[in-house]
């Protein structure tokens, strides 16, 4: 189950682009990612001060906590929005890399979660982890923000365009 030759097959199908421009999912997911962006801003703003200063560690904690929360919100609605426009919950060809990265954000930003309600590991520790979850985090952003820009070359919509157009 892999992706196929995408190189020959355009990002959506007439009747995707159909299904993706017809769906609320469609804007749900433009609202949530710079959403979660801000808020991914705001919360890497506090962990690099709690590691550099030792300050305001329980903000900096809290604050991926809400980025936490938000990257759930976004898979959630992001997989409905793919089933809705590709008929599968995750890993459409259109998609699959992009969903293989956004599991490891997952992963990450889940251990982050077990580590903190566990206290497995110290507080600067737990800051690196975070660290790190966010690192996955601004790649997968990037790829959908390629994917993004490739669906408004290709000749998405209006909406999709000024969505785009938003974003980058």
Not at 108 to 121: I, K, P, S
């Amino acid at each position: 189950m892999g992706p196929r030759d995408r190189s020959a097959r355009p990002l959506y199908t007439p009747a995707e682009r159909e299904r993706r421009d017809a769906t609320p999912w469609t804007l749900v997911q433009g609202i949530l990612a710079p959403l979660q962006f801000a808020i991914f801003l705001v919360s890497l703003i506090l962990v690099l001060r709690a590691l550099t200063t030792g300050a305001g560690l329980f903000a900096a904690e809290a604050s991926v906590v809400l980025k936490t929360l938000a990257l759930y919100a976004i898979m959630i609605t992001g997989s409905i929005w793919e089933k809705v426009v590709f008929g599968r919950w995750l890993f459409a060809p259109a998609f699959f890399w992009e969903d293989v990265v956004s599991m490891l954000v997952l992963a990450l930003h889940t251990a982050y979660l077990a580590a903190l309600a566990t206290q497995a590991v110290d507080g600067r520790t737990l800051l690196l982890l975070a660290l790190a979850a966010y690192a996955s985090y601004v790649v997968n952003a990037g790829q959908f923000l390629l994917k993004l820009r490739a669906a408004r070359l290709e000749g998405g919509d209006r909406r999709t365009a000024r969505l785009a157009e938003a974003l980058s």
